[in-house]
């Protein structure tokens, strides 16, 4: 008998939302937390290669990241028990629609809007400092998507449209929809490898030239570029942090899969192993879990990221956005950081529909749409790594 | 993607290590592994660039394969996923590899017929 089976007869409505709310107020006390040890041991430790401002810069990003994942948690959790939220809510015979239907939503309409204000309030921000439609934006882009999380907790699935015109016919249609929105994604990185490429060619850089361009040995002919890469190469600690998130991001991959393969399965067993059974005991525990490490790698990706950037920006060898060589750098692993943060949103929301067991084989095709995302945003990395780390 | 949806080599690659997500997540290792050993082993350029592009090419199968599931969707969608790479492919190309000294070592079949402007 499934684990959901079980589940399902004694969580929705009894479950109270006031679990979110705890584990929103749990985030942000281990947020700060992290922040006071980090801050703690930057003033006691003291290391040439800059590890005690690594653990300042990450103490100061964890806690940011928790701090916006608790007080997610805590409006989802206010929000849902003011309007009596949760799956199983979503009942809408009165209005025509079958009681399992998960109708359309305008959701992603206010979202859009929200994002449009957002970005022309940021122009005017960044002229002349004024605030008002950036913050507008924001405001009507958070009421959007905590709409949407409202309204697709109480999702169960059992209402899949499927496409019936050519050539998608017998297909989901949001699976197509992703497919189609990963086509504009590959665009979008696909100009900035363009970009890179063009100026790449054109440089003389460390590929080229055996010099040292920090004034300590050979000197480097004129036109000689500085690339992102041989300031990351310059040491293991230095090249640390993006090997260790191309692991995070594989691995990421992996925990987001079994835990679709978990919520698919209608038969589920508890693994017999000792550490997968102490990890799954039971069905909603296996999909919670793995969701909860998927998006505990994700932030630590953007954890050391930030911890990188920074050593670039602001270590012995300044690699600033001011040049071409940063410029393509920064807004190329900067959008991949985008993706990656928008991606960590998404997976919170999972985690705490997991934790009401609000996944089951009916519904966990939303698990394998979202990780086609999740799954792109790690082959873009596949393709960014070497090209700007390695190479 | 359920077991029964894949090849026989397939099932063959996964059984020693249970399904075939374990095994694409050991494939993604050990290439990543090779990817890194490859720079640190100061290789001369070329051949670095083979090896980089060949793990590369290895690891977005994998992804694309088995993460993202298009060995058991409809070949439609895999059609899908490939359509853009035509035009990243073309910018490349014509935006890419169309810096004036970026094109001098290059064959002249990958070499746009124009020169452009930059750097003028």
Redesign the interface.
């Known amino acids: 008998m499934s684990a959901y089976a079980t589940h399902e007869g004694k969580s929705g409505h009894e479950e109270p939302w006031m679990s979110a709310i705890a584990i929103g107020v749990g985030m942000i006390l281990l947020g700060v937390i992290i922040l006071a040890t980090s801050q703690g041991m930057h003033s006691f430790i003291h290391t040439t290669e800059g590890l005690d401002h690594a653990i300042y810069i990450g103490g100061m990003v964890a806690c940011a990241l928790l701090v916006i994942f608790g007080t997610i948690g805590i409006l989802v959790g206010l929000v849902n028990t003011a309007s009596g939220g949760g799956y199983g809510d979503d009942d809408h015979g009165e209005d025509g629609y079958d009681e399992h239907a998960h109708h359309g939503s305008w959701s992603p309409i206010i979202m859009a809007f929200g994002i449009m204000l957002f970005l022309m309030g940021f122009i005017k921000w960044n002229h002349n400092g004024d605030f008002g439609i950036l913050g507008l934006g924001l405001v009507i882009t958070f009421a959007g998507i905590a709409n949407w999380w409202r309204e697709d907790f109480g999702n169960d699935g059992k209402s899949e449209p499927i496409a019936f015109g050519e050539p998608f016919g017998g297909i989901e249609v949001r699976k197509v929809g992703m497919w189609i929105f990963l086509m504009s994604e590959v665009m979008i990185f696909g100009s900035f490898f363009s970009s890179y490429l063009r100026l790449r060619t054109g440089w003389t850089t460390h590929w080229d030239v055996k010099c040292d361009a920090f004034g300590h040995g050979t000197p480097c002919p004129d036109g000689y570029v500085v690339v992102a890469s041989e300031l990351i190469n310059e040491s293991i600690w230095t090249l640390l942090p993006g090997a260790i998130n191309t692991f995070a991001l594989i691995l990421s991959s992996f925990t987001l899969v079994t835990a679709l393969s978990h919520a698919k399965k209608i038969d589920w067993q508890k693994p017999t192993g000792k550490l997968t059974g102490w990890w799954m005991p039971d069905q909603r525990r296996a999909v919670r879990n793995n969701l909860v490490a998927t998006l505990f790698l994700g932030s630590l990706f953007l954890v050391l990221k930030l911890i990188e950037w920074d050593h670039m920006m602001n270590g012995a060898h300044p690699f600033t956005i001011d040049t071409l060589a940063g410029s393509v750098f920064y807004v190329t692993t900067g959008a991949h950081g985008f993706h990656v943060f928008v991606g960590l949103l998404v997976l919170l929301f999972f985690s705490f529909k997991a934790q009401r067991g609000g996944w089951s084989p009916d519904n966990a095709q939303s698990i394998e749409y979202f990780g086609l995302y999740w799954h792109f945003v790690d082959l873009a990395w596949v393709a960014i790594f070497p090209a700007f780390y390695l190479y | 993607m359920s077991e029964h949806q894949l090849a026989k080599w397939e099932h063959a690659l996964a059984k020693p290590f249970g ?1 075939i ?1 374990n095994f ?2 050991a494939l ?2 050990l290439f ?1 592994v090779i ?2 050993g490859a ?1 640190y082993m100061n290789l001369p ?1 070329y051949e ?2 083979a090896v ?1 592009i060949s ?2 090419m290895v ?2 199968f994998g ?2 394969a088995w ?3 298009l060995r058991g ?2 070949v ?2 895999t059609r ?2 490939i ?3 035509f ?2 492919i073309l ?2 190309w ?10 001098e070592d290059l064959p002249s079949w990958c070499t746009p017929p124009w020169v452009p402007a ?2 003028a």
Not at chain 2, 94 to 103: D, F, K, T, V, W
Request: aromatic share 14%; proline share 6%.
């Open positions: 399904n997500y694409n997540l993604l290792m990543t990817e890194v720079v350029r670095t660039w980089l793990v590369g690891k977005a992804i694309a993460f993202m599931h969707d409809p439609i969608i899908t996923a359509f853009p790479f035009f990243v910018m490349l014509g935006i890419g590899l169309s810096n004036p000294a970026g094109i930059y750097g």
